[in-house]
């Protein structure tokens, strides 16, 4: 009984800290969601009260005055775009460091882990020099394959830690059978790698959507903004023209994706940073 209470009062004690945090976190999120259905009046009248009646004018508002709907469409296709791109040039360079043993191997693995190190910042001027060079500024192009190449570090950390729990008899099994390396590589190796995979693909698909800097410096016309960028220049409008309901459901917009990824793929994300830090 004694020990039924002391396990009780630990767990209280551990819970009641993560309770508050909790409802710290969430707080402002509810209020954000709530004033998305206000009318400017509602909201400087009784900022904290429900809305009397659930207004989607806001949204609609948000999304054709403020061109939040180009924007998002924007932040998609860079998002998709930059970690298809991540994916496609981690996932062969993962499998030739763990795989195919060569001079420097190591060394080239430690240059990865190297550049996580580097602040992303130092290299947001060479950067924009380099894409001016190339004609390149204000693209969406161009802006993915920067955010991949950014992500390819982290995703080579992550990726190779689950490619080398893969048995190698299989790579040697399907050898014998006389497919090729890029063969086993495609229909042997990557299957494997689901769980890893998808890990990187959700961490870096939430930082590319939310990524503002890069978006600001490299690109300069409001027809290529981003959600960061849209949301930044709605701000600044808000202030001036109260649209503050507006601004809420812009805000609204902007971060359902990335709940309902998160609430999608939880067990996956978990499991996945679980089992690469343990086979890491």
């Known amino acids: 009984m004694t020990q039924r209470i002391s396990r009780l009062l630990m767990k209280t004690v551990i819970r009641i800290p993560l309770i508050v945090?909790?409802?710290v976190v969430l707080y402002p999120i509810v209020w954000m969601f709530l004033g998305a259905f206000k009318s400017n009046g509602e909201i400087f009248a009784s900022p904290w009260a429900l809305p009397e009646t659930f207004n989607f004018g806001n949204f609609v508002t948000a999304w054709t005055d403020?061109?939040?709907?180009?924007s998002f469409m924007n932040s998609l296709f860079v998002t998709v775009l930059g970690t298809?791109?991540?994916?496609?040039f981690a996932i062969p360079t993962s499998y030739a460091i763990e795989r195919i043993k060569f001079r420097s191997s190591k060394i080239l693995f430690n240059t990865y882990l190297s550049a996580m190190m580097i602040p992303m910042v130092l290299g947001w001027i060479p950067l924009f020099f380099l894409l001016l060079k190339f004609n390149m500024l204000d693209n969406l192009w161009a802006?993915?394959?920067v955010y991949a190449v950014t992500q390819i570090p982290?995703?080579?950390f992550i990726l190779t830690s689950f490619m080398s729990s893969i048995p190698k008899e299989l790579e040697e099994?399907?050898?014998i059978d006389g497919m090729s390396q890029y063969g086993i590589l495609l229909k042997v190796v990557t299957p494997l790698l689901t769980t890893g995979i998808i890990t990187v693909s959700i961490m870096n698909a939430v930082t590319f959507w939310n990524e503002y800097f890069?978006?600001?410096i490299f690109l300069q016309t409001d027809g290529n903004y981003t959600l960061g960028l849209a949301m930044d220049l709605m701000n600044r409008e808000a202030q001036y023209t109260n649209a503050w309901g507006a601004l809420f459901a812009g805000l609204s917009i902007a971060i359902i994706p990335v709940m309902i990824i998160y609430a999608i793929f939880q067990r996956w994300i978990v499991k996945g940073m679980?089992?690469?830090?343990?086979?890491?």
């Open 84 to 88: 298809a791109l991540c994916l496609v």
């Open 143 to 145: 802006l993915s394959l």
């Open 21 to 23: 945090w909790s409802l």
């Open 274 to 280: 679980m089992e690469g830090a343990l086979k890491g």
């Open 154 to 156: 982290f995703s080579i």
């Open 214 to 216: 890069m978006a600001l």
């Open 66 to 70: 403020y061109n939040i709907g180009s």
């Open 173 to 175: 099994a399907a050898a």
